[in-house]
T-cell receptor, first 116, second 116 residues
Framework: AQSVTQLGSHVSVSEGALVLLRCNYSSSVPPYLFWYVQYPNQGLQLLLKYTTGATLVKGINGFEAEFKKSETSFHLTKPSAHMSDAAEYFCAVSTAGGTSYGKLTFGQGTILTVHP | EPEVTQTPSHQVTQMGQEVILRCVPISNHLYFYWYRQILGQKVEFLVSFYNNEISEKSEIFDDQFSVERPDGSNFTLKIRSTKLEDSAMYFC??????????????FGAGSRLTVL
């Protein structure tokens, strides 16, 4: 069984400040890890993913995340927040292989607010 | 950029009525999924569909739910007799392959179902 915990349902930062959204996962097999972003009235858009290989993953819009197996974490960061980053962010886990690849287990989401 | 299209964007229905939510996945995709998000809760996997049959379903996906791909382009979710607790945002997703970690789910913008 898999699970995802996102610490903090709401995170508020100032424009230009560091963004850190926390995600911890539980998986009995090597996980695939994802961050999705949802802007108002839009679908879930993939920010970045970790499957295998390099543990520091770079995504779109300047975001990156680091897979830390020892800490079972996959925190999302961005050095400098923009107003346009305001959205809801979802961490998700899946396991490799077969159609279960598309069976994502999501965290509860973190709403990011960016203040001028 | 190819996208997954969902209709309607919002549907209000009376308890006990049948509802059909429609999705047009990306044209070359082969694996299809429905997820839902009850307000304030996590995005949850409902069902995956490949080669014209259900490949996996969750406990939520009981006999009241059904999916089909009636014409090679649309992918529908039917709820036979809606309950109040079916009120949620329903997301359709698709991917070209389920076997490779390089592939990701593309989500639609969602259909909000309100059951009165």
């Amino acid at each position: 069984a898999q699970s995802v915990t996102q610490l903090g349902s709401h995170v508020s930062v100032s424009e230009g400040a560091l963004v850190l959204l926390r995600c911890n996962y539980s998986s009995s097999v090597p996980p695939y890890l994802f961050w999705y972003v949802q802007y108002p009235n839009q679908g879930l858009q993939l920010l970045l993913k970790y499957t295998t290989g390099a543990t520091l993953v770079k995504g779109i819009n300047g975001f990156e995340a680091e897979f830390k197996k020892s800490e079972t974490s996959f925190h999302l960061t961005k050095p400098s927040a923009h107003m346009s980053d305001a959205a809801e962010y979802f961490c998700a886990v899946s396991t490799a292989g077969g159609t279960s690849y598309g069976k994502l287990t999501f965290g509860q989401g973190t709403i990011l607010t960016v203040h001028p | 950029e190819p996208e997954v299209t969902q209709t309607p964007s919002h549907q209000v229905t009376q308890m006990g009525q049948e509802v059909i939510l429609r999705c047009v996945p990306i044209s070359n995709h082969l694996y299809f999924y429905w997820y839902r998000q009850i307000l304030g809760q996590k995005v949850e996997f409902l069902v995956s569909f490949y080669n014209n049959e259900i490949s996996e379903k969750s406990e939520i996906f009981d006999d009241q739910f059904s999916v089909e791909r009636p014409d090679g382009s649309n992918f529908t979710l039917k709820i036979r007799s809606t309950k109040l607790e079916d009120s949620a945002m329903y997301f359709c997703a698709s991917t070209s392959q389920g076997l490779s970690g390089a592939n990701v789910l593309t989500f639609g913008a969602g259909s909000r179902l309100t059951v009165l």
